[in-house]
């Protein structure tokens, strides 16, 4: 199934892709962020803020924020 997925880390990319039925949005953030901490972004569906266990449907809307720009300097 293809859903649309926005990385706003990094130099960010926004794209269509396809998925297996049944993903959650915890099993995707861990598929395309290896190794980062949940913590540190905000996750949204659909523009709203999601748990992990949300299971993903055709058509769905995901974007990942980094909460954390890594090298900025607290003010």
Request: hydrophobic share 40%.
């Amino acid at each position: 199934m293809k859903i649309f997925y926005i990385n706003n880390s990094g130099s960010g990319f926004a794209n269509e892709i396809e998925i297996p039925a049944g993903t959650t949005l915890g099993q995707l953030f861990e598929q395309k962020m290896p190794g980062a901490d949940p913590a540190d972004y905000l996750i949204r569906l659909n523009r709203h803020p999601a748990t992990s266990a949300e299971v993903l449907v055709e058509g769905s809307r995901v974007s990942i924020t980094p909460t954390k720009i890594e090298g900025a300097i607290a003010a």
